[in-house]
Each structure stands twice: as C-alpha cells, then as structure tokens.
C-alpha cells in the first residue's frame, strides 16, 4: 500500500510539472514578396483572347483573385501587326476577335510597374478528337465509369495534349498526356474523373487542346503537385515560361471539343 501511495504521488507531480511548463508559441512567419501570376492563352478559334493578371497574396489574406490593374499586355506573332489588349474588369485584360495560327510562334509581352515579363509559345499543328466514349474499370472489386477521348495521333510528331473536363458546365478534371507510347496510333485516353453520380441524360464536355511542350511540362509539374497521376510529390511552383520571376503559364493552343451524353 505504501508503495501504490508513492506511486500515485510520483505521478502527481510530475503532471504538474509538465502542466506548469506549458506555454503558448507564438509563430512569426513572414509574408513572402508578392510575384506577378499571368494566366494567358491563344487559341485557333475566332474569339476574344484573354490574359489574367495577378499577384500571390500572403496566408493571412483571403484566397481571392489579387487582379493587377494598369498592366500593358501585348502579343506579337510572325508576320502580324501587335495586338494590344484591353482592361475589361481589374487584372482582365481582352483582345480583338482574330484567330491564332498553327505554326506560328506567339510572344506575350505584360508590364506591371515597368517590368516586362516575356513569354513565348508555338501553336502546334491541329489533332481533332473524333469521339468521347464511355469506359468501364474494376479497382479493388468496384466498378466506376469514365470518359475517353478518342483520335489518331500523327505519326513521326511529338505531340502534347491537354484534356479539360466539364460535368454539367462545371470544371471537373484537366489533365495532360503526350505520345511517346502511341506514337501514330488511334489513341482512347481515359480521363480518369469516376463518372459515378452522373444519370441519364447529363453531359459531359471535353475541351481537346494540342500544346507546346513547355506548356506540356507547366500542367504535368502542377497535376503531380496536387496528387494527379500518383502520390502527390513536395509542392514546388511549376516552370513557367514567362521570365524575370513571373507565375503561370503563356499557352498558344488549338481547340475542339466534343460532347457525350450519358444513357
């Protein structure tokens, strides 16, 4: 009994002592130089052409679009006259109606408070998707349903496309493959978004883009970041082609898309 008694008071001091060294720990962590983010593509439909411009922003402030207004954002292509964007809503800028050309090689010049960032793609030969179709796949005794996007890939070609999806006009998947597996051949790439909480007659929509490989690379780099394609690896910004430290990625793509109902 007098060793339980010794015990018990044993105990009981040493939770006070860990008690009275507790105290609260108050983080200092600085607040990163906000960085210049430039959302820009060209594409092969006659559209308006529109570049996002925008600036990180600290933790403590909320996840927002940081629009930069008063940037200067032009593009230039071989042979063509630049194109000067205009502000439509703050960090949004828009272009003329006009077409981009496969072949050609775009630049995109955007200046914020007298630094210009540079980015330069080539639009790439133009691969139509021919057809979505609807796949079947068992994992560990369950079965879900996917989409697949279906078209023959040139032969001798590096190609790069990049698949984005929509379930009822909404966002749901983007993702990017190339052909270094199927080069020249009829290719079925399945989307791998489980289909599951679909019903009859909803649509699915898929966005078929061919782009250059350094866009390739910028997607590739941020699927893997968030887990797409595999474990998701240590967070690191994906390579832009803008210069002098610039965020986000300058795309000259063409598009087709194709629409799929479910059953």
Known sequence: MKLTHRLFIMAGILMLMFTGCEKVIDLELDNAKPLVVID????????????????TYSFTEPNKFNGVEGAKVVLTGAGSNPITYTEISPGVYRSTRFRGRPGIN????????????TASSIMPAKVVLDSLSFRDFSFFGETNTYVAANFIDPKGIQNQYRYIMKLKDKLEEDEVSDDRFNDGNNVSNVIFFELGDLVAGDVVEVEFQCIDRNVYTYFYSLNRNSGGGGPPVAPSNPPSNFNNGALGIFSAYTSNKRMAVIQ
Request: hydrophobic share 35%.
């Open 40 to 55: 820009a593509g060209v594409s092969d439909q006659v559209e308006n052409q529109i570049v996002r411009v925008s600036r």
């Open 106 to 117: 775009y630049t995109l010049n955007v200046t914020v408070d007298d630094v210009t960032y």
